[in-house]
């Protein structure tokens, strides 16, 4: 997949369409102040969310150091676009 034309907003946008599916969870009831608890993403939704991502973005997602922390979309969103546009970088220089 080639990203020189992903924006980060593109991204964005695309991985809460990720969030949404994976998770269950109607786009109307996502912002970025939404808690991931609040939207009921419980940690096996979590999982499939980031699996969901990195297949599609060709990138590994550490639960364990990157996203430990993250509890609300705009930090989830955070994490995930800068790891993906950082892979964009390195894949298409």
Do not use: C, N
Request: charged residues 30%; glycine residues 6%.
């Amino acid at each position: 997949m080639s990203g020189k034309h992903l924006t980060g907003k593109a991204l964005s946008a695309e991985i809460l369409e990720i969030v949404a599916m994976e998770g269950m969870v109607d786009t109307t009831r996502l912002s970025l102040e939404s808690k991931l608890a609040d939207l009921d993403i419980q940690s096996a939704d979590f999982v499939l969310i980031l699996m969901a991502i990195e297949e599609k973005y060709d990138v590994y997602l550490s639960v364990d150091k990157e996203l430990s922390g993250v509890s609300t979309v705009a930090e989830l969103l955070e994490v995930v676009t800068r790891k993906v546009m950082a892979q964009i970088e390195a894949r298409d220089g």
